[in-house]
């Protein structure tokens, strides 16, 4: 990862407006894989834009929630990705994954124990808050960006944590060919369809997914049973995602207890309060000394004008350029560059 | 004149009833609970074939069958109905009665058959000391390969032992399937999650028991709603109560100077003595004129019944 001190408040996070839906309409299409929370449909992304702006607006949260963020660069004055957050998973409906289990049969006459990997179909992460929308220009993969992007949201959570639940998840594409054939699905969701799954996404449309998850199977899938490919697909992660995964695992997610239950991709989850993120974060005044030497995750303390960064610098006010109002009251957290970075 | 005699399996017959042929996965080495049924001449007597009957299993050692049910996945909005088969791992049937291990001689057709049942089932019927049973139950032999090879197995029981089950069975005996349970699944299974070489063998009766199968279902013990848990073969079960009122019984002396008409048989069952015989029609003799010493000593009074059968 490349990480000059000129990129230092070079990348800001704020909440998505109206004039940015073309940017969105851009990911979206571009996104071919799994981000369910951007369908490549203006209409259906104007709503979602809509929704979050009431959100970011409303004093009276009631857990329906949905804030989408943009990042803009400004060097180049452009929007380079999106992320967002739902405030409650599933919201008044059930939000259903698979959790991984292991249960241990053993018969002492035939001497033999077996330990068997089953997935049961949970709600156990309903109400959660969930990081949802993430997608970087490939351009900015190997920048700070993507970084910005996904921890900036974890700020803004620490930063109004009245709003959020006091566990966070994410839910992760599974493996999948460029046309949708997903060797989770075709094992175990196909079954109770009988079409591929970008069909029942067709079919179901916009209805919750919990509509699907209800005709699946209640009892526990025995994962040995499951041909071969489905079995190496639970917990395996689309290469698309690898970034913003890698990001979440950073920041001290679990990634080994639920999947989901359609492509069997990883769900991470993890109390908030455990995040790095939000673990080390602080308020802090304008002019606060901060080692100079460190990078820092930096957000306002105004909701509606919402603004992250990360930069470098002897205090909040060095660290983000006069243009960036970042406010009295800011939030920070130290954000340790990962290994191998060049700074 | 020969009669067929079904009785309690006695020490001498040990010899005889090894060299019957058993049908696959019966052990009939344990004389514990064995019927034999034999031919008795006027001065011969051939041992036909053997059984096993088991009063009220499972309540020492437990048994375990995988029940055969059903869900429904249907949301009417989408046009999505599926009906699915489950397996579930259950102690049902503890509590029957069974009849099993079944061995014959070479020669046996399907009539030897019937009466084995026939006279395991009077057996049962008569409830010697003990409470009649409700339920009965015959466990058949699933489908294997030429190789040996249980289909069945191969796709579930294999991925939660991975022993040998045929040495296992030699090891243990019959109640390897009780000690195998142990390791396999305790919920639900969903048929559709196996190959189709497996879903297609379940209640599958091996060909080799097809005379059995078809024994059984003349006498309306047909497959139920379980499977054995290693071949999956089809449990069939039968209501003696019910079984037991279809045929209307004589009590007393039986009609010895009866004549017997073609393909027509007397059966007479000895309660007291848990004996059951069955005397074919011959020429136009009057069945009393066997000489069977065994029939000639039967007693007669409340404890023997007998009906005319075809």
Known sequence: ?343 | MTLWRFRAMREPDAAAVAMLRPFPRSHIADADAMWVAESVGDDTCRLLGAVRVRQEIGLQEPRYWYHLGCVVHAAPELGLFHRERTLLLASDLTGAAEIADVAVCADADIRVLRFLLRGALETLSSCNGVTRPGRVIVELPGLREADGRSPFWHHLGRHFYSGDPAQAEAHLGPAWRSHVAALLPRHPLHVSFLPEEARAAIGVVCPLASAWQQALDEAGCIAGEHVTVDEAGAVHEIDLPRWAVRHCWQRGDWPSATCLAANQALLIVAEGQSEVYRIPSASEEPVGQAKSAQLQGLPGGERVRWRLDD
């Open chain 1, 1 to 343: 990862m490349n990480a000059s001190p000129n990129d230092s408040a070079r990348y800001v996070l704020r909440p998505c407006e109206v004039a940015d839906l073309p940017f969105l309409e851009r990911f979206a299409h571009a996104s071919a894989h799994g981000i369910t929370t951007l369908p490549p449909d203006r209409a259906a992304l104007a709503e979602r834009v809509e929704r979050s702006l009431q959100s970011f607006a409303t004093d009276d949260a009631s857990g329906e929630e949905i804030y989408l963020f943009v990042l803009e660069d400004r060097q180049c004055n452009q929007i380079v990705g999106t992320s967002g957050i739902a405030a409650r998973a599933g919201f008044s409906d059930r939000f259903y994954s698979y959790r991984n289990e292991y249960v241990v049969h053993r018969s002492k006459a035939l001497r033999a124990s077996n330990r068997i990997h089953t997935l049961h179909l949970c709600h156990d992460l309903t109400g959660v808050s969930l990081l949802t929308s993430f997608y970087i220009e490939p351009a900015y993969s190997d920048t700070l960006a993507p970084q910005l992007l996904s921890r900036g949201r974890l700020l803004f959570i620490a930063q109004f944590a009245d709003r959020f639940a006091d566990r966070i998840a994410a839910e992760s594409p599974g493996l999948a060919d460029d046309s949708g054939r997903c060797p989770f699905w075709n094992a175990v969701g196909r079954r109770f369809f009988g079409m591929d799954y970008p069909s029942v996404e067709r079919l179901v449309g916009e209805r919750s997914k919990s509509f699907i998850a209800e005709l699946m199977p209640q009892s526990p899938v025995y994962v040995p049973l499951l041909p071969e490919d489905a079995q190496w697909a639970i917990g395996q992660l689309h290469p698309v995602a690898a970034l913003p995964f890698s990001i979440l695992l950073d920041e001290g997610f679990d990634a080994e207890s639920y999947i989901d239950i359609f492509d069997g991709g990883p769900t991470v989850q993890e109390r908030a309060g455990m995040l790095k993120t939000i673990a080390r974060s602080r308020v802090v005044g304008a002019t606060e000394n901060l080692p100079g030497t460190c990078w820092h995750l930096a957000a306002s303390a105004v909701r509606t004008r919402f603004r992250a960064t990360l930069g470098i610098g002897g205090s909040v006010a060095e660290l983000s350029p006069p243009d960036l109002d970042l406010g009295s009251r800011c939030r920070i957290t130290e954000f340790e560059l990962p290994q191998g970075a060049r700074s």
